[in-house]
Structure formats: C-alpha cells, structure tokens
C-alpha cells in the first residue's frame, strides 16, 4: 500500500470543488497553485535537461531566442552525450547533483529527462532524447531519475508520446502503427515508469493517430493508468492545451504554464457535468499526492557544492566522450608541443544546446582554454578558427590563416561542429551537413597535414565524407561547461574513453529509414518504417553506416570469451541466464560495454535483424576479468501482437549475440524457444517490411503502410483558408489582413545580422509555427484570443462581441 496516496485521499475529501480546481492549473509559467487552508504547498518547476534553467527575470532578447535568462547553474553534458556513457549509475549520480541544486534554488519539481526516440537525425531536439533504441533511452533516464528523486526533488518525464520532431510540432499528427508505438515510441516510458516512478508525466505537443496527447484517453487513461499501473501526476506540455475542460476529462491533471483564472470554467463544467466530479476528484488526488511527496521529502546530507557540480560534470563528459576512430592509434597524445588547434568552435565553444534547455553555466571551460591552462606565455597552443561563424567574417581569409598554422605543426587538433543555430528546439535541421566552409577546411588541411585529429561538437549526426582523412575522430557531442577539459583529458590519455554511440551515425542523409517521408506534408507525419528505426533497420536491411549504434573505441583492448546459456530450450515463463568472461588485455585501466542483441531466426513475424535486449558496463584494471551474466525473461523475447492486442513470444530459433557494438559481435549462440501462440504470415500482404536487404532507400507505398497502420491517412487540407481556429498557426493566416502585420512584426523582431540567412529564415518560420491558442502564454485573455480568431476569418462584429462578453461558438 502507498500511504502517501492513502494520506493524499483523506485531504482530498475534504477539499471544496473549488479548492480542487485550483490545484489543476498553472499559476502563471512555472508554479502551481496551493491551498493554505490544507497545507497544500505552491510548487515551483523549471527546465533541466543539462541542469537547471531557472528563469532571473530578464527579458527575451529581440534575436528568436525561445528563452530569457536564467541564475548560474551547472551546464552538465546534453543527453546526446550522457546516453553514451550507457551507465545508468553514472546518470543516478549526475541526478543527485542536479537535485541538490534544484534544492539550493527553492526547485520542486525538474522538468527532464526526455527519453523521446531518435528516429531521425534532422528533429531539431535530439540533443535533449537519449537514444534511437527504447531499451538503452528507458534505462538511461531510470537511473538519473532516482537519482534526482532520491534527494527529494521530482522530475517530469516527456515528452509523452511520440514526439519526434519539431516542424509543427504543436499540430503535426504522428502516424503510427500500434506495433511500432509499443515496441519502440512507448517502450521506454514504460521502462522509466516501471523502474523508476516518476512523480509527474508531461504529454506532447503532437497529436497521435489525430488525438491529441493532452487529450488521449486512450494514452493517459488506457496505457499510462490502467496498463502500466501509474499514480503520478500528468502535466501538458507548455501552451499544449487548447481546451482545458477537454483535456481534464480525458486525463491530464495539470495546465502549464496558465495565465488565464480557470477556476470559474473548471467549477461551472463540473457542475453542469461537462467535468464529471469522479475526474475532478482523481486528479486532485494525483495533485495533492505530488505535493505530499514533495513535502515530506528527506532533507539533502551533503550540502549543495558548485565544485563538487562542476567535478560531476566533468566525469559524466569524460565516460561519454566516443572515440570513433583512432588509426595508428595516434591517440592519446604524449604532450601539446608540436600540436595546433584549429577551429572556431573550439573557442565560441558549442557545449549545450538551444531553447529550453539551454544553462547559464557556472565555470565554463573551452576547449581553447583547456589546452592552455597551466602552460607558460609564449608556449600557448596555437590556434587559428579556420571557418566563419557569423556572415560578416572573412571565410578565405580565415582558411588561408589556418593552411599556414597547420602545415607548420605535427599534428592538427580540428574543432568542427554544428553552430546553434543549426540545431534548436522549435525547428528541425534542413540536413546532415555542416556548414560548406567546414567540409572545405577539412580538405585543404589534408594537403597540408596528414595527422589530423577531429573534435566534433553538435546534438547530432552530420555526414562525415573527410572521415578518411583524419587520423582520429573524437565524439563530444554537446559536453556540457566542462566538456574542454574532459576532451583535452581524453586526448592526453588522461581519461581512457569508454562511450559507446547511443546513435547510428549514417553515411548519408539517404540512407535514413525515415527519408522522402520525414517530417510529412502539413500536418500528417507518417511513419513508414514503423519498427525500423535505427540500427534496426540498418542491420537488417545491411546498409553501410559511417558509425554503428554502440560503437566506441578505448586505449585499452577488451576480449570476449567463455559464452554459456543456461539452457538450450526455453519454456513458457522460464529465464535464460546468458554469461561470458570480459578481459582487458590492455596495458591501462579502462571501461567496456557488453551489449546483447537478440535475433529471431524462423518466424512469421516480421522482425529486425537484431534488437538490443540488454547491456552491462564494467571497469576493469589492466589485465583483469570479470564475469558478466545476463538474465532474459520469457517476456523478452515476445513482440506486439497488433491482433491480439498484447505482447506474444512467437515460437522457434533464437539467436543470442553478445557485441562491442551492433556490428562487432563476438559471442553467440541459439535457444528454441516453446510457445503456445501461433503468428500469422503477412508476407505477402507486406513484403517491404519482410524484406529490407536490398539496394536503395526504404521505400513503401501508402497502400501497405495503411494495412499496418490500421486506418488510411488523413487528407492534408488546405490550412490557409477561412475557417481559422485556436489551433491555426501564424503562417497560415499570414495572408489575411492582420496576419501580415504580425508577420512584419516577427520578422523584424527576429532577424539579427550576426546571423546567417538560413538561421534567419528558420528562427522566422519556428515563431510563424506558433498556433493562435499559444498568445495565452503570454498572458492574453481567452476572449481577447476569440477576438483575433474571429478577425483572421472576417468577422469584426463577432470579434467585438467575444471581446466584450467572451461569447464562444
């Protein structure tokens, strides 16, 4: 029995209706409401999926930025990097740190992590989502929320469900088929809430299969509730709700952030039944039982350190730094001598990412400035930017500066990335390139200078066509305010590199699963690959990637031996133990990640080549051993039985893989595995999803996606024309009267000359995506809101009545 609920009941009853409804929205952006009289608490929350963003007050600058300032905070690693660690206790401990900050800045409640998939590298928000497999995401975030909640602080787990992109994101409806959001999209929800319980749950944007998260009964009432048993509290997404008393009958508990009084609608629709009083009740109580846990939470032993936050950042950069490429084992370096450091990025250091995430940090390091801490005057390293950052420099200029220092040193350490503006909350990237001037660098320096060692920094993939041009390719991803001296450190060998990729990294934007349909047409997102996403549609359609999902490098060498199953036929609820033996053969200390895969071999079922069903990371000292066992459930085995409406293990051969990465398996050996359920075969009715191992991209026509998908796509209308609604965006009404001055306004509000056109444009199409309904966070009246709606369809008298007595059709 949970006795926080069991006390959270008693006060509930004795709640008025009125006192309840104060509890299920927003006061204002980042507080709840409480009630005095029953020593329910306000709660306070901010952003922190690199740490805690909490806003000082300052205006938002007239540049497109999403958001204001914020106190100092420590800026820990972006979850692109963290997840590479693929330690779960590595993330527990950076969320205790976390905690103990939020604790210090008066914080309830952390508004991370995201464990959305990374189905496609162009989703302008990967930074923030920890992995493209559901497994290694629900594990992940597991770990760095006890971690969190542990100290007494909650965190908000999101973004629910399927939100993987940021081209219209607010109305984008995701199609997906019900195997692909079980096995893969819901997957590592149902792993983080299982494991960890997360004490609130925030929906999406999005609509799924044309429901809207924030109003999905089937999401948060059928799943969430009733499946995976979950008694937190449910929260949308900022500005997500377009009509609250909707959304509070189909599941959500709270409206953030609120400027607008809801009492008075809340208690009206309750009492004229449009609000059953059962629903008002359940989510007071979920309300009412975050505020107790929070309460009653234990008081913090260790008192809140920024250098200890600063230490903690800087050994989860160092554990999830990937070496990718080492050729010649060129790393680690012995010294700095002979070494020059080229790249702008490097010095305008790209160490988190952009939007809501984004942290004040409290001791930022560069990479710049790591290299040259501690060395005399005169013995600096020597360093050149080598490309163009902001259109007003010179990019010839700066390349031929850079030739001259490159060709008079040994070796090169070459800084290249994706600069902020390429990668944000609100919008998607255009591709998997970085800026030309790079690419051009890259093969100038070559001619000069044959050991080049390349840093990259950015939230996700970009196309490498150089990679065989550089000696070393160093993975830092977005490394957080210390991320300079844990890459300086990994490069002298001072910290031995154990990340492993969280991520494929494709050779070509083509090769994607998801390209040609990615992100949709409007405001339909299909998703044709269904369980395809990723390595699992990599392996098994064998295309060849610049860098496997799991694959990092060490200095130190790893083998793999003595692999025994417990059994070779497998019954119904039986478990299969799986073990080997890890060596370090090396002549240094140093970590390894032991990743199974999992593959069937005769079925009916259309499956991947092989899927990640578990993983152990382990430090071995120099010439040790250590014995790994893994432990499989019957449950591990099965797939989502569309028909059935259930999760069903399909009889037959099963092969056990044990790998450095999803490429580089050492071990393996087969089980029969007995079941009762017989699967059907849809080969013929689905040939493209049976068979992906052939030449180009993945392609289906609608026809088959809509046999999987249970429904055909909806018809993408015109949205430009008269009737507009709350949920029209400022693009489409851009062509009426007012709709153009806003959009005048927008545009010379967001456009700054420090940056290039392309960022220009996207930060002007981000703001035009906005829908109607979002002006009430900015403080707007619902019927000031009515009014505009009512003017954008040309009719002024309408507008003067809503205005005047908030009248709503």
């Known amino acids: 029995m949970d006795f926080t609920v069991e006390k959270a009941k008693t006060i509930v009853k004795k709640l008025t209706l009125k006192q309840k409804v104060y509890l299920l929205y927003g006061d204002g952006d980042w507080h709840t409401f409480g009630v005095k009289k029953a020593e329910i608490k306000p709660l306070e929350m901010h952003d922190g999926p690199l740490g805690l963003r909490k806003p000082d007050g300052s205006a938002v600058p007239d540049n497109g930025e999403l958001v204001g300032g914020s106190v100092p905070a420590t800026c ?93 994101r607010f109305n984008y409806s995701a199609e997906v088929d019900m195997r692909a959001l079980r096995e893969i999209y819901l997957r590592p929800f149902e792993i983080a809430i299982k494991d960890a319980n997360p004490w609130t749950v925030m929906c999406s944007y999005n609509r799924i299969n044309g429901v809207y998260s924030s109003d999905n009964d089937w999401l948060l009432k059928d799943v969430l509730r009733n499946e995976w048993g979950y008694t937190g509290a449910v929260m949308s997404d900022w500005g997500a709700t377009y009509d609250p008393i909707l959304s509070h009958s189909h599941g959500l508990d709270l409206e953030m952030p609120c400027h607008i009084q809801r009492d008075k609608a809340l208690v009206k629709a309750a009492k004229q039944g449009k609000l059953k009083m059962e629903t008002v009740n359940e989510e007071a109580l979920h309300m009412v039982t975050l505020n107790l846990r929070l309460r009653d939470r234990p008081v913090s032993k260790q008192a809140f350190n920024l250098g200890i936050s600063h230490q903690s950042a800087l050994k989860v950069a160092e554990e999830s730094i990937v070496l990718a490429k080492n050729y010649g084992d060129i790393l680690p370096l012995n010294n700095l001598d002979d070494v020059c450091l080229i790249g702008a990025l490097s010095k305008k250091f790209r160490y988190q990412g952009a939007g809501s995430s984004k942290v004040v940090p409290t001791n930022l390091v560069t990479l710049f400035g790591a290299l040259n801490a501690g060395r005399d005057i005169g013995k600096e390293v020597k360093y050149e930017p080598g490309y163009p950052l902001t259109p007003k420099e010179d990019a010839k200029a700066l390349l031929l500066s850079a030739l001259d220092l490159a060709s008079t040193h040994d070796k090169v350490i070459l800084c290249l990335g994706l600069p902020e503006g390429y990668e944000t909350e609100g919008y998607d990237r255009r591709d998997m390139r970085l800026p030309e001037e790079q690419y051009t660098l890259v093969d100038a320096l070559a001619s000069v200078n044959k050991n080049i060692i390349v840093v990259f920094l950015g939230g996700a993939p970009v196309e490498m066509p150089f990679a065989d041009k550089a000696q070393a390719i160093v993975i830092a991803y977005l490394p957080g305010e210390a991320g300079g001296e844990a890459i300086k450190n990994v490069l002298l060998g001072k910290a031995n590199p154990s990340g492993k990729l969280a991520e494929t990294w494709p050779l070509h934007y083509a090769d994607v699963p998801s390209y040609g349909f990615y992100s949709g047409t409007g405001d339909v997102a299909p998703y044709k690959e269904s369980i395809f996403v990723g390595y699992r549609y990599y392996c098994s359609a064998d295309r060849p990637v610049l860098f496997p999902f799991g694959h990092g490098l060490s200095y130190s060498r790893f083998t793999y031996s003595d ?91 099963y092969l056990i893989e044990i790998g450095a990465s999803c490429l580089d398996i050492r071990l393996s050996g087969f089980v029969e595995v007995t079941s009762p359920y017989q699967a059907m075969d849809k080969r013929s009715l ?73 960022e220009n444009n996207d930060i002007v199409a981000m703001m035009l995506d906005s829908p109607i309904r979002m002006a009430g966070m900015i403080g707007l009246s619902e019927k000031t809101i009515l009014a505009f709606v009512a003017l954008t369809n040309g009719k002024p008298l309408r507008a003067f009545f809503e205005l005047q007595f908030g009248h709503r059709k």
């Open 76 to 168: 820990f690693p972006a979850p692109c990097l963290t997840a590479c660690s693929w330690d779960p206790d590595l993330l527990h401990e950076m969320g205790v740190n976390v905690a103990k900050e939020c604790l210090a800045q008066q914080t309830d409640i952390i508004l991370a992590p995201g464990v959305n998939i990374k189905r496609n590298p162009l989703c302008g928000r990967n930074f923030e989502y920890l992995s493209e497999d559901p497994l290694l995401a629900g594990k992940m975030a597991a770990g760095y929320i006890e971690g969190v909640q542990g100290q007494g602080v909650g965190v908000s787990l999101k973004h629910f469900a399927a939100n993987n992109q940021e081209y219209r």
């Open 563 to 653: 692999f025994k199953l417990s059994k070779d036929d497998l019954k119904v609820d039986e478990s299969l133990k799986v073990s080997l033996k890890v060596a370090n053969t090396g002549k240094i200390d140093g970590g390894e990640t032991i990743q199974l895969y999992l593959a069937a071999r005769n079925g009916k079922t259309y499956k991947p080549l092989r899927e990640l069903k578990g993983f152990a990371k382990v430090f071995l000292e120099a010439g040790k051993s250590k014995t790994i066992i893994f432990t499989l459930p019957y449950s591990a085995f099965a797939h989502y039985d569309v028909t059935g409406e259930r999760f069903q293990v399909e009889g037959g051969q």
């Open 686 to 758: 689905l040939p493209s999803y049976y068979n992906l191992a052939r030449k180009g991209a993945f392609r289906v026509s609608d026809d088959e996606f809509e046999r999987i998908l249970g429904h055909t796509l909806p018809v993408q209308n015109d949205r430009h024309r008269r009737p507009f609604t709350l949920n029209s965006t400022l693009e489409e009404i851009s062509g009426t009267f007012i709709g153009k001055k806003i959009k005048k306004k927008i545009v010379k509000r967001c456009y700054s000359p420090d940056k290039s056109e392309r």
